[in-house]
């Protein structure tokens, strides 16, 4: 009535396939030999040819994200024209090119030069303000066109180009001025206005300290001295005059001064480059 010990050997080696229920798992478990997967396994397999197959995900990392940035720094760029930027640029020497505005934001960024190269105006990349040089020729300069008392120069410079500074030849009466419209600058920037001045040897009658003043739209004045005498010879240096935060509302034009008359010295050797107005550092 029953198998015998050798017929249930020979059923457990040869199973019969008509189970078609049982003969599948059989099959597998007499390949022992081959891996097998769970279904975790499966599943991140089938995420990772995904993501390989997605275009987006298929760029490297390290191509994409510096293009990525790049797009977010132009629109940046797009949104945050400078203050008042047009008005400035109709006194341009030469046209910008306002076609493609990451070619006029490297133009602004470089400088532009106003009034026949007589200031120059420029955008401060990690604050978007704006920021002016008014060259000697801009100023007001005592005897300035007196061949005897000063001389004029024409000077090349890396950040500037050509731009003409004005040499003290001999004088006992030192007077310079410089007139701005705040209206131009960025409101709510904290900016420094300073003269840019060189000693050249033989500098003399620098004994007496000279005086540098600053007078705001609203009357507001800062006023202080400066001795000459400590400054290194033969090379620009800043002279700050004094610091104001640009307002829209209270804007208007202020005026910066540099002089000397009261000690009668005859002087010599100065060189005047002109006056910077940036933000504080």
């Known amino acids: 009535m029953g198998a015998s010990l050798s017929e249930l050997e020979q059923q457990h080696q040869h199973p019969q396939t008509h189970h078609h229920s049982q003969s ?12 097998t997967k769970n279904k975790e396994e499966l599943r991140l397999s089938s995420t990772r040819e995904n993501l390989l197959l997605s275009p987006q995900q298929n760029i490297e990392p390290s191509r994409k994200g510096p293009a990525v940035k790049a797009k977010y720094e132009t629109q940046s760029a797009q949104l945050s024209f400078p203050h008042n930027f047009e008005h400035i640029l109709r006194d341009a020497d030469s046209p910008v090119d306002r076609s493609f505005k990451e070619k006029m934001f490297d ?10 190269k007589t200031k120059k105006y420029w955008v401060e990349k990690k604050t978007n303000a704006n920021c002016f040089m008014l060259y000697a020729r801009a100023l007001s300069i005592t005897w300035a066109e007196n061949p005897i008392y000063w001389k004029w120069i024409q000077q090349k410079d890396a950040s500037d180009g050509m731009s003409e500074v004005a040499e003290l030849k001999r004088v006992c009466w030192l007077e310079v001025h410089g007139k701005f419209d705040t209206r131009k600058l960025s409101p709510g920037i904290l900016y420094q206005v300073s003269f840019y001045v060189m000693l050249k040897d033989p500098a003399q009658g620098w004994e007496l300290p000279i005086n540098v ?40 034009e202020m005026e910066i001064s540099l002089f000397e008359y009261d000690g009668g010295m005859w002087k010599q050797g100065l060189v005047i480059k002109g006056i910077a107005i940036k933000p504080k550092e």
């Open 24 to 35: 599948q798992p059989q099959q597998k478990h007499h390949q022992p030999n081959e891996p």
């Open 107 to 116: 133009r602004l960024h470089a400088g532009v030069f106003l009034h026949d």
């Open 213 to 252: 003043r600053l007078v705001l739209p609203g009357g507001k004045k800062q006023q202080h001295k400066v001795n000459l005498m400590e400054m290194l010879r033969g090379r620009w240096i800043e002279v700050p005059v004094g610091e104001f935060v640009a307002c829209e509302k209270d804007g208007g």
